[in-house]
């Protein structure tokens, strides 16, 4: 990944088009939701993901990232793939899946980042329970967005949610500041030291997103380069937000 690592502090009119962004964003992703179910086509949620960001005029920053250029709009990964799964045309959706879809807006300069995880049919315990705790770890982490705090006390109340439940976090993927590009700072790993890290201020905005793994917190990434699998195979979630800092509660700013 390559990384901007600069802060920047944005002012009331980026934040209110950063909430823009992230109200697409989180219309793209009901869009998708609405269309889980068994037999559908992971290129076809993707397609439906599409319409709504170009309905809006907008394109996703996924889009060609990286290297291997990605080649759509969402990811969308399932069971023990954690995050970045390729959209494609041959895999279909089972009953009993763990999907987790990740969906980014460009609108107006701005950028809105936010995932989420979803069962298909009925869902083994395990995967209840997975779903349960990575959702209240990004709560967790939402809570300590506040002015004043440091990064790390979101990193730990992550950490700490999920691992006295069992279950573990990902060491090599984090949070991150957004704005203009997809990637600033500060960054924020799902583990970490309270009272460490970079202190929050108002108008900083980032990326909170707990990925959890059920039986370890070892990753790989398969041959196409981007699929990132847990190492032992077992289940996976991601639940992501992006989320303003302010003098008070913090906002939201991917919620629909
Ligand atoms: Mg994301
Ligand atoms: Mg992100």
Not at 74 to 100: A, F, M, Q, W
Not at 101 to 113: N, W
Request: hydrophobic letters at 40%; one cysteine or more; proline letters at 5%.
């Amino acid at each position: 990944m390559n990384w901007a690592r600069q802060i920047h502090i944005k002012n009331e009119a980026e934040l209110k088009k950063m909430r823009e962004a992230g109200r697409t964003n989180a219309e793209a992703l009901a869009a998708v939701r609405d269309l889980l179910k068994p037999g559908i086509t992971t290129a076809e949620l993707n397609e439906a993901a599409e319409d709504v960001l170009k309905s809006h005029g907008c394109i996703s920053p996924f889009k060609n990232y990286g290297h291997p250029p990605f080649p759509a709009s969402i990811t969308v990964s399932i069971n023990d793939e954690l995050v970045h799964g390729i959209p494609s045309k041959k895999r279909k959706l089972r009953s009993g899946d763990l999907v987790s879809i990740d969906c980014g807006t460009i609108q107006d300069g701005y950028i809105g980042d936010s995932a989420f995880t979803a069962g298909i049919d009925e869902l083994s315990p395990t995967a209840v329970k997975l779903l349960e705790v990575t959702q209240g770890a990004l709560k967790a982490g939402i809570d300590k967005m506040r002015a004043g705090n440091h990064t790390g006390d979101v990193s730990a109340a992550i950490q700490d949610y999920v691992e006295s439940r069992g279950l573990h976090v990902t060491r090599e993927y984090t949070g991150h500041g957004v704005g203009r590009e997809m990637h600033e700072g500060p960054q924020v790993p799902n583990y970490g030291v309270i009272g460490s890290g970079t202190l929050l201020r108002p108008g900083m905005t980032i990326a909170l997103e707990p990925m959890v793994l059920v039986g370890t917190a070892e990753t790989r990434v398969l041959p196409d380069q981007w699929t990132v699998v847990s190492a032992d195979g077992s289940l996976t979630a991601h639940f992501e937000h992006t989320v303003a800092v302010t003098e008070g509660e913090p906002i939201l700013l991917t919620a629909l």
